[in-house]
Each structure stands twice: as C-alpha cells, then as structure tokens.
C-alpha cells in the first residue's frame, strides 16, 4: 500500500519531537549545574565594585614608618596612606582615601577640603582582578607607575595580594610583600584590613 505524502512527512515530524524531547531534557539537566555554579559564585563575591568606596578604617599588626631612601611595596604604601586617612595630624587637610574601581581598574585617591570645596589627588592606579570561584574571593591589583610619591620600586608590574568580602560594606585584607596571599580576614604582621563604605553616586 502507498503512503501519501503527507503521512510521510507526518511521520517523520513526530519522530523529531520523540527525539527533541529528550534530548532537551537532558540539554536543561545539563545546564543546571553551571546555572547554580554561577549563582553561587556569584553570591560569593564582593557585588558590583564599580564605583567609588570610601575608607572607614585600617587595622593592622606592625610599626608604621618610612625613609625617603628606601623603597617600599605597593602593598606597604597603600597601608601608610590608609593609616595617614585614618590618623591625621593636626595641620592636614587630608580627611579621607578613597578607592575607585572601574573598568577592572582600582584608582586610589586622597579627598582633601580647601576653600568648603572637595579636592581629590591620585595616588595610585592597579589593574585590578577579582576571582569570585575562590574562598575567599581573591583579590589581584597590579600596580601601574606611576604614583606614591617614588615610594615604590620602579618596576611595574609588582602584584598586591589580598582578599576580599562584603557588598555595601567592603572589607580588604591585603599582603605587604604581594607574595602571599592573606588566609582570613583579620591582620598580621604580614597582613592588614581595610574597610570601605560605598558612596552614593
């Protein structure tokens, strides 16, 4: 008996579905996992950094000095920043650093007030490198010469390692050497905590 051509075409249409079917199913079963894997991620991390972040406080294990003579790391020359915003003397002017991340870039800026007006000066910029999939979420800044008043060695390139944790509150413990790592969120010897505030755009 001869099948007409509709009933050939019917037959194979209903036999792609039988085979879509399943194979769709599995296709979602299939992407499940990586959905919640990013959504876990995701949760781990700091939030949306973008933007700018303002330093509330520093807390940290060691004597804070420096000689005009000798070199210092990024690492170590962003916590006598922070220590100055946070403890300043009598004459300054200087009332606060900032950071501000855009673009997998960190700016580090001094906030003075002269004239009831709000003046900011650059210290320092960082590539910046955040990995959400570590525990605890890893921070990568890469410093980027020049900045620091010539504190720092003149090489760029020199790595400040740290981590990092919060969303509307930040808080940053970073490594004076950039050659490890700091393994919790409180300072050391080797080690010191920032924390930041996010300001209002």
Not at 118 to 146: I, N, Y
Request: aromatic residues 8%.
């Amino acid at each position: 008996m001869k099948l007409s051509v509709l009933s050939v075409v019917a037959s194979l249409v209903g036999a792609g579905l039988c085979l879509v079917g399943p194979y769709s199913a599995m296709v979602r079963s299939q992407d499940q996992p990586t959905a919640k894997k990013a959504v876990a991620e995701q949760k781990e991390g700091p939030g949306k950094l973008e933007g700018s972040w303002e330093l509330v406080e520093c807390d940290y294990r060691r004597t804070i000095g420096y000689h005009p003579e000798r070199k210092v790391s990024p690492g170590y020359a962003m916590l006598m920043y922070a220590f100055a915003a946070t403890n300043p003397k009598g004459d300054s002017d200087k009332h606060t650093l900032r950071w501000r991340f855009a673009e997998k870039r960190l700016t580090v800026e001094t906030v003075s007030a002269k004239d009831a007006k709000e003046v900011r000066e650059l210290v320092a910029e960082f590539d910046c490198v955040l990995r959400t999939q570590d525990k605890p979420v890893a921070l990568d800044l890469t410093w980027r010469p020049p900045g620091f008043d010539g504190m720092c060695r003149d090489e760029k390139g020199q790595k400040v390692l740290g981590i990092i944790r919060g969303d509307d509150k930040l808080e940053v413990v970073l490594d004076f050497s950039g050659k490890e790592r700091p393994a919790a969120f409180q300072p050391n010897r080797s080690c010191y905590r920032l924390v930041f505030r996010r300001l209002k755009q």
